[in-house]
């Protein structure tokens, strides 16, 4: 059974960090494409940044610079770490696996961010 479990969220002020984690299991890690992705209140859900196995990195333009994506393979985790962050970066934000057919999403976790 696959499962991708988000943890890290929390509220902060803006400016402020938060560190996202989301452990994986049931799936050939390494393989996968991992990505974050946050969808925010009425809004659709977005690209945040994704990694491959190999940890080549793509960001969304509003995220570039203050957000890093990694992962630790031997861990079967992905990380967000997320600096200096702004009001309009308060979502939920879900654990993306990708690989040819197969798609998996965790259930989410809230960060919100305060003025």
């Known amino acids: 059974q696959v499962q991708l479990v988000e943890s890290g969220g929390g509220l902060v002020q803006a400016g402020e960090s938060l560190r996202l984690s989301c452990a994986a299991s049931?799936?050939?890690?390494?393989?996968?494409?991992m990505g974050w992705y946050r969808q925010a209140p009425g809004k659709q859900r977005e690209l945040v940044a994704t990694?491959?196995?190999?940890?080549?990195?793509n960001y969304a333009d509003s995220v570039k610079g203050r957000f890093t994506i990694s992962r630790d393979n031997a861990k079967n985790t992905m990380y967000l770490q997320m600096n200096t962050l702004k009001t309009e970066d308060t979502a939920v934000y879900y654990c993306?696996?990708?690989?040819?057919?197969?798609?998996?999403w965790g259930q989410g976790t809230q960060v919100t961010v305060s003025s």
């Open positions: 993306n696996a990708r690989l040819w057919r197969y798609d998996y």
């Open positions: 049931g799936i050939s890690f390494s393989n996968f494409l």
């Open positions: 990694i491959t196995g190999g940890s080549s990195t």
